[in-house]
């Protein structure tokens, strides 16, 4: 049964933009109220990396080094929906986007502390 289900991947060119969406379901949401949502990212031949996580309030967010400046997570209760705007998209931005949904009551960037995960959105970026 999907919980999480992500959309908006693409390819785009070397400097471009997207936005990712993650749709919570109802159960998601009633089995794991008030928690943290994250965006998760893996490559080909890589592990899976922290890419950015925020609070439930949306007063706290973190972001990866690497995407820092240029991601901006945000969420919508009402909408049971997490966003992730990516702009200067680099080539190595490339991978599978995963939304997560935390099992703590304030943001990590550990993968270990979500619970919940979406099936995943693929971000193609070309040079």
């Known amino acids: 049964q999907v919980q999480l289900v992500e959309s908006g991947g693409g390819l785009v060119q070397a400097g471009g933009s997207l936005r990712l969406t993650c749709a919570a379901s109802?159960?998601?949401?009633?089995?794991?109220?008030?928690?943290?949502m994250g965006w998760f990212r893996q490559a080909p031949g890589k592990e899976r990396e922290f890419v950015a996580v925020?609070?439930?309030?949306?007063?706290?967010?973190y972001y990866a080094e690497s995407v820092k400046g240029r991601f901006t997570i945000s969420r919508d209760n009402a909408k049971n929906t997490v966003y992730l705007q990516m702009n200067s998209l680099k080539p190595e931005d490339t991978a599978v986007y995963y939304c997560?949904?935390?099992?703590?009551?304030?943001?990590?960037?550990?993968?270990?502390?979500?619970?919940?995960w979406g099936q995943g959105t693929q971000v193609t970026v070309s040079s």
């Open positions: 997560a949904g935390s099992l703590r009551e304030v943001p990590t960037r550990s993968a270990a502390d979500f619970g919940s």
């Open positions: 925020i609070s439930w309030s949306g007063g706290i967010t």
């Open positions: 109802a159960r998601t949401v009633s089995n794991k109220p008030n928690k943290p």
